[in-house]
């Protein structure tokens, strides 16, 4: 049976919760639906050299990716700010070499929700047919 858009959301909600902030204090959990109905999680997870900072959508999209699933229909991003959480630039191209077509679901602190497909936050992204 397919989570539902609530129970994704309680998900990235509790991912959120084990997120690793010491520099920004910036919490974001994402919940992460493969195309065979699994549900990978992840958090975002700061280093004191930054750019070895990992966030929290491509954290869940690795833990499936290192199980095998690579094909996905839907992410919630839980943040916890007054504005929605989207996705950061790496995160959608990271994500949109597996799943361009795949749902959004951008959260923010109030559970409020914006919906919208990756390859809308990304029009022009790039894949393999440029290679």
Not at 2 to 22: N, V
Not at 23 to 43: D, E, I, P, Q
Request: net charge positive.
């Amino acid at each position: 049976m397919k989570p539902t858009d609530a129970e994704l959301i309680r998900a990235a909600f509790k991912a959120r919760s084990f997120a690793y902030t010491p520099y920004s204090h910036f919490k974001v959990g994402a919940a992460l639906l493969a195309k065979n109905g699994m549900v990978y999680t992840g958090c975002n997870i700061e280093n004191s050299s930054f750019g070895l900072t990992i966030c929290a959508e491509r954290t869940a999209a690795v833990k499936a990716i290192s199980e095998g699933h690579s094909k996905f229909r839907r992410i919630v991003i839980a943040g916890n700010s007054k504005d929605f959480c989207y996705p950061c630039g790496a995160c959608r191209q990271f994500l949109y070499e597996f799943s361009p077509d795949m749902k959004v679901i951008c959260l923010n602190r109030a559970r409020e929700a914006k919906r919208m497909t990756l390859r809308e936050l990304m029009p022009c992204g790039f894949d393999s047919t440029f290679l």
